[in-house]
């Protein structure tokens, strides 16, 4: 099987930062597009920043010259750096992935999440 395990996350005082990381493990064949998702307490789930199997990238508007996503396609993981953090950026952050398991197709990969609380 496959586990996406995310780690970084914490309380930061707003203007901080804060830099989450995603391991992926397990039967893993190759891993294609990887993103963070955020989900703030009533609201819907979001996507924050993307990164494709080379070096394209795609962040929210309200995250973009704040927030940095990169890979290390060596140790399947990906990090989100966020600098100048804001209050409005309070909410659990998910990993995704779309991996390919041996004799398998391309499948979407969720994370549990980690908890990231900006305060005033």
């Known amino acids: 099987q496959v586990q996406l395990v995310e780690s970084g996350g914490g309380l930061v005082q707003s203007g901080g930062s804060l830099r989450l990381s995603c391991a992926a493990s397990g039967s893993i064949f190759s891993i294609n597009a990887m993103g963070w998702y955020r989900q703030a307490p009533g609201k819907q789930r979001e996507l924050v920043a993307i990164?494709?199997?080379?070096?394209?990238?795609g962040y929210l508007d309200s995250v973009k010259g704040r927030f940095t996503i990169s890979r290390d396609n060596t140790k399947n993981t990906v990090y989100l750096q966020m600098n100048s953090l804001k209050p409005e950026d309070t909410a659990v952050y998910y990993c995704n992935a779309d991996i390919k398991q041996y004799g398998s197709n391309y499948k979407p990969y969720w994370g549990k999440g980690t908890l990231v609380t900006v305060s005033s």
């Open positions: 990164i494709s199997s080379g070096t394209s990238t």
